[in-house]
């Protein structure tokens, strides 16, 4: 975990990839020897960035800081879908992806404003009192919530055959897993997130972690 930096009670924190949100609360614990500390936003194992943690009376802020909107920094890897929306999930699909920056542009483009998109079947929301991710992990049915998400100031930085380096900004409670997912079927071939960084948290940025 890289140095931690504390500002009136909040810790920022770069996360590393292949650790849990709660793993990085757990190691701040340890290394400050206090167990008031929660965060302001769940990522991804597979994601890095910006963790805003919040320590003693500054959990009061949390609720605050949760509500806040996110940019995040993603690859997309086009031409293959996966069941968690991400590398790391079970291959269900592999397409031929033969496309131009013009037309992954253009559906890019599309892809701002408010949406009515459903939950990633691996992630942490509830249905009937228990997580999405274990109705996925056990292989059972269940019908994944509808929820408002809002994406905007997407900038593309790099394409490049089948991978899309994209610049996104989101509201509260917005998967960028479900964003990708939503391209690459706009552009029929499927597309899963390669990579995932939180740079900015409202008005505080990885730059300070």
């Known amino acids: 975990m890289n140095t931690l930096q504390q500002i009136d009670g909040l810790l920022l924190i770069d996360k590393p990839a292949d650790i849990t949100s709660h793993d990085v609360v757990h190691r701040a614990r340890k290394i400050l020897k206090q167990k008031s500390i ?9 994601a890095t960035g910006l963790m805003i943690l919040v320590l003693g009376e500054a959990t009061k802020l949390s609720d605050y800081l949760v509500m806040t909107n996110k940019t995040y920094w993603l690859k997309v890897r086009l031409g293959i879908t996966t069941d968690t929306l ?6 269900l699909s592999e397409t031929p992806c033969n496309l131009s920056l013009e037309q992954v542009s253009a559906e890019v483009m599309k892809l701002q404003g408010d ?4 939950v990633p079947l691996y992630s942490a929301a509830k249905v009937d ?4 991710y274990e109705y996925g992990r056990k292989g059972e049915d269940v019908a994944l919530p ?3 998400m809002s994406f905007w100031d997407v900038a593309i ?7 899309l380096q994209v610049r996104v900004t989101c509201s509260k409670g917005s998967f960028v897993r479900t964003w990708a997912a939503q391209l690459g079927a706009a552009l029929g071939v499927g597309g899963v997130i390669e990579e995932l960084r939180r740079v900015n948290n409202g008005v505080f940025s990885v730059t300070q972690a």
């Open 38 to 46: 929660g965060h302001t936003g769940t990522l991804d194992p597979l």
């Open 86 to 91: 991400d590398r790391t999930g079970q291959i």
């Open 115 to 118: 949406f009515q998109w459903p």
């Open 129 to 132: 009192g228990k997580k999405l």
């Open 146 to 148: 509808i929820k408002p």
């Open 157 to 163: 930085e790099e394409f490049s055959q089948n991978m």
